[in-house]
């Protein structure tokens, strides 16, 4: 199977001035299967960007191996910021065109995407002009445009107002069960992590592991339901008190 | 007041040399010679301005290597430039433009290092974990942001150029705008100074309004 393998052993950052070196990462391997949706949770400053860039071969100083099916090569990977890092001199049909191989071939899904994220008015515009949450928009459509095998996703909803976010996770649900693959998903949200993932990973402050990781047992066709995901909760309250400060 | 009209010539008196000048093609003659150096020593200090920056901008290494060398030729007097040029090279044409490209350089190399520090970090990473090829990373996410500086270099480059160019067309040519300046100085000709000042000040306003005001506009059409 096209199962991604990730084994970080350590990753450090060197002393910068009066900052001291800070030892971000150790030890940490985890694995997400060929179209599985898997959520990262873990308190602020652990360092979950970190691993996101050595993920999509950003940050190449580390040790440790990264593979996927088997083989040391990177897949083809998609990539969701927390800022939308949208080039404001390019229009927003610009910007998406440009991370593709080829723009014509797939002018007809980039057209299906911007409709389903109501972007087909702005497509000819410049991000500049556009809402945070129409920017994030615009990077999730960037980020499925390319047909990824896997999708990086680092607090994608953040800043979003409660409808927009609801609007884009539930947009991003049907994108991603329309055409599977692995997702690895940033959250700090508990709810929205048990609403979308598979496979929900818990990480220590840094240097940074994994402590704990649960399977999402609710079946996707009722995970709209607010008690549903609320009594999940509690329940994985109960079952894992020591990841409180978590929840 | 002989002396006073000649060294303070009427504003008429200055517009009948100019159209004396214009008619007899000695003053396009030489404008277009000094334009043709202009031109040429531009482009040739533009391009290698821009490559060396941007390396110098991009490895930590090269630039503590070359840091000192760029400020020493920042800071060495245009005239020295212009006389070892001559002496070292011969009065011809090969070293007058050197002399011209030397003094430029560093001034273009200063200004494009400085916009390729500033570039996004975060747009960069972006255009990596996309695997965008070089060119269209060079093309579409660090061009655009370097434009800025490229118009600054630009114009501080043109207007650097031009005073140095008139300077060594004056020490070792015999053509050009310089050299007549040079004649008209020994003449004490001040209408004709003036003339040929005018005619420079409106080939820059050309060159202001034709090209660089243009590319300006095309720049900024995304900004709000």
């Known amino acids: 199977m096209n199962n991604l393998s990730i084994c970080v052993q350590a990753k450090h950052f060197p002393a910068v001035g009066k900052a001291l070196p800070k030892c971000a990462i150790a030890d940490l391997s985890m694995s997400v299967q060929a179209g599985e949706f898997v959520c990262l949770i873990g308190p602020s400053g652990c360092g979950k960007t970190t691993l996101l860039n050595i993920i999509a071969g950003v940050d190449t100083q580390f040790t440790g191996n990264i593979s996927y099916s088997g083989k040391a090569v990177l897949p083809k990977i998609g990539v969701v910021f927390q800022q939308p890092r949208l080039l404001a001199w390019r229009t927003v049909r610009e910007n ?109 402050s840094s240097p940074m592991h994994v402590i704990s990781e649960v399977k999402v047992t609710i079946p996707r066709n009722i995970r709209n339901d607010e008690h549903v995901i609320n009594a999940f909760r509690e329940q994985l309250k109960h079952e894992l008190p020591h990841l409180h400060a978590l929840f | 007041m002989l002396v006073n009209n000649a060294v303070l010539p009427a504003p008429a008196q200055v517009f009948w040399v100019f159209i004396e000048a214009v008619q007899s093609g000695q003053l396009p003659h030489h404008l277009g010679i000094t334009l043709c150096r202009l031109i040429v020593s531009f482009i040739v200090a533009m391009t290698l301005g821009i490559i060396i920056g941007y390396s110098l901008g991009r490895s930590a290494t090269a630039n503590r290597f070359f840091d000192h060398w760029v400020i020493i030729f920042l800071n060495i007097p245009a005239l020295v430039t212009i006389i070892l040029c001559y002496v070292w090279f011969g009065l011809n044409e090969m070293a007058a433009l050197l002399a011209v490209v030397i003094n430029k350089l560093p001034n273009v190399i200063v200004i494009i290092r400085e916009g390729v520090r500033a570039l996004d970090q975060e747009l960069l990473a972006m255009a990596t974990c996309y695997r965008l090829r070089r060119w269209v990373v060079f093309r579409h996410v660090i061009l655009p942001q370097l434009h800025p500086f490229i118009m600054t270099a630009t114009r501080s480059g043109l207007s650097l150029t031009w005073k140095i160019i008139l300077v060594v067309e004056l020490l070792g040519r015999s053509d050009g705008v310089g050299f007549q300046l040079h004649t008209f100085f020994q003449l004490f000709d001040v209408a004709s100074i003036l003339a040929y000042t005018i005619a420079f000040v409106v080939v820059v306003q050309l060159l202001e309004w034709g090209v660089l005001r243009p590319l300006d506009r095309r720049s900024v059409k995304w900004r709000r």
């Open chain 1, 96 to 204: 998406i065109d440009l991370v593709l191989a080829n723009p014509s071939a797939s002018a007809h899904s980039v057209d299906e995407l911007l409709a389903l994220m109501n972007l087909t008015d702005v497509q000819h515009v410049y991000p500049e002009r556009l809402s945070l949450g129409m920017s994030r928009r615009v990077a999730i459509i960037r980020a499925f445009a390319i047909a990824p095998e896997v999708l990086l996703m680092d607090e994608p909803f953040v800043s979003l107002d409660i409808p927009a976010a609801r609007q884009v996770r539930e947009a991003l649900l049907s994108l991603w069960l329309h055409r599977p693959h692995s997702v690895i998903f940033v959250s700090h949200d508990l709810r929205e992590a048990i609403a979308l993932a598979d496979r929900i990973l818990f990480l220590s």
